[in-house]
């Protein structure tokens, strides 16, 4: 997968936790990230469609959490 999101942040979040993180641990989790938010703007897509809609709204993200988790 094409990378989306920087490391960066995620790295940073990583070293809040207290504990030493390798730079492969922060890409780890930054690829996590992106595949779980492609997961949910799908859902969210189908959400917005059965609602006969071509836009993703914030209800249409909420409703993909739920259906996810």
Same mark, same amino acid.
Request: glycine share 4%.
């Given at each position: 997968?094409?990378? /989306?999101?920087? /490391?960066?942040?995620?790295?940073?979040?990583?070293?809040?936790?207290?504990?030493?993180?390798?730079?492969?641990?922060?890409?780890?989790?930054? $690829?996590?990230?992106? $595949?779980?938010?492609?997961? /949910?703007? $799908?859902?969210?897509? $189908?959400?917005?469609?059965?609602?006969?809609?071509?836009?993703?709204?914030? /209800?249409?993200?909420?409703?993909?959490?739920?259906?996810?988790?």
């Amino acid at each position: 997968m094409t990378e /989306v999101l920087p /490391v960066a942040p995620f790295r940073n979040m990583l070293k809040r936790t207290g504990v030493r993180v390798s730079g492969d641990a922060s890409e780890a989790l930054a $690829e996590i990230i992106e $595949e779980l938010g492609f997961l /949910v703007i $799908e859902e969210a897509r $189908e959400a917005a469609i059965k609602a006969k809609r071509k836009t993703i709204r914030k /209800v249409d993200i909420e409703t993909a959490r739920r259906n996810l988790w």
